[in-house]
C-alpha cells in the first residue's frame, strides 16, 4: 500500500489545523519526538493508516520538545501518544507502538458510520434532507447529528414541540443545548408588547422579568441583561431570571461580548 506524509502541525497552527478542523472530521494527533525509537517504528503505521482513511480522518504530527506547553496541556506522559480529536475534544487516545490490528481497529472507530454518511448527505441534498435524515435514525436512532439536523427542520416547519423531543433525546451535546435554549427563548413572544410591560417594570419583581423577556424577544440583548441582572438579585425571581440568562448565554455563544461581559456579573448577584 502507498503512504502518504504525514503533516507537522505547530503550537501556533494547532488550534486551526486540530481543534477547529476536527469539527468537520476527526483529527489524529501523533505526539512525538526525533530521538524517540518507538515513535520512529509507529510512524509508517499511522502513514498507512492516513492513506486508507484519507477524507474521513486527518492525521498530523507534533514534536513535543517543539511543543511543550500543548504536550503539558494533553497531559502527553510518554511518547508516542496518539490522541483522536472530534469537535475541539480527545475522543480516543493510546500510548506507545501498538500492533498494526490494534491501530487500525482505533482509527476504523472513527471514520464516519452509515448514519454519519446520511447527515452529511442531508446537508448538501436539502430536498432529500428530512429521508435521508430518517434514514440516518433508523441506522442509528441516537444518533446526535441526525437528531440535531431533523429538530432544526421541525423548528423551521413550526412543530415545536417535535423539535424539542428530537433535542432531548441529543441533550448531552452542545448544540442541541444551543437549539433548546432557542426555542426557550422564542416562547418569549416577539417583543411587540414592549412598550406597554416597559412603563410596568417596576411595579414588581415579576413584571420586571416579563420585561426582560420581552426584551430578549426584540433582539434587545444588552438592555436585556442588565434588566435581568436586577432580577437575579431578588428572591423570588432569581431562578427565573438566571435561567433565562443562561439561555441567552447558549445562544449568544461563550465568546459573545454580551455573554463575556455578563456572565461574570452573574456569578457575582448569585453569590454575593
Known amino acids: ?18 481543534v ?18 518507538p515513535c520512529r ?25 517543539e511543543a511543550p506547553r500543548l504536550a503539558q496541556q494533553f497531559r502527553v506522559q510518554g511518547i508516542p501518544s496518539v490522541k483522536a480529536f472530534r469537535d475541539g475534544r480527545v475522543v480516543n487516545e493510546f500510548v506507545g507502538l501498538q500492533p498494526a490490528p490494534a491501530i487500525e481497529q482505533f482509527f476504523a472507530a472513527l471514520a464516519p458510520s452509515t448514519a454519519d454518511r446520511l447527515v452529511t448527505r442531508a446537508a448538501a441534498e436539502p430536498e432529500r434532507a428530512e ?9 442509528e436512532p441516537a444518533h446526535p447529528g441526525a437528531l440535531i439536523a431533523l429538530a432544526r427542520l421541525r423548528r423551521d416547519q413550526g412543530s415545536l414541540d417535535e423539535a424539542r423531543a428530537l433535542l432531548a433525546r441529543a441533550s448531552e451535546h452542545d448544540e442541541a443545548q444551543r ?8 416562547d418569549n413572544g416577539d417583543g411587540s408588547d414592549l412598550d406597554a410591560l416597559a412603563a410596568h417594570a417596576d411595579r414588581s419583581p415579576q ?30 425571581t432569581r431562578d427565573e431570571a438566571r435561567t433565562l440568562l443562561l ?12 455573554t463575556r461581559r455578563t456572565r461574570p456579573r452573574l456569578a457575582s448577584a448569585l453569590f454575593a
Open 1 to 18: 500500500m502507498s503512504t502518504v506524509t504525514v503533516p507537522a502541525v505547530t503550537e501556533a497552527s494547532f488550534t486551526r489545523d486540530v
Open 20 to 37: 477547529e478542523a476536527s469539527a468537520t472530521r476527526p483529527v489524529v494527533v501523533d505526539f512525538w519526538a526525533p530521538w524517540c525509537g
Open 41 to 65: 517504528q509507529l510512524s509508517p503505521l499511522l502513514e498507512q493508516m492516513a492513506q486508507r482513511f484519507a477524507g474521513d480522518v486527518a492525521v498530523v504530527k507534533l514534536n513535543v520538545d
Open 131 to 139: 429521508a435521508l435524515l430518517a434514514e440516518a435514525l433508523d441506522a
Open 179 to 186: 437549539l433548546l435554549a432557542e426555542l426557550r427563548l422564542a
Open 207 to 236: 413584571e420586571r422579568v416579563a420585561y426582560g423577556r420581552a426584551l430578549v424577544a426584540a433582539g434587545r440583548h444588552d438592555e436585556a441583561a442588565d434588566v435581568l441582572l436586577d432580577a437575579v438579585t431578588v428572591p423570588e
Open 247 to 258: 439561555d441567552l448565554f447558549r445562544v449568544l455563544g461563550d465568546q459573545h461580548d454580551i
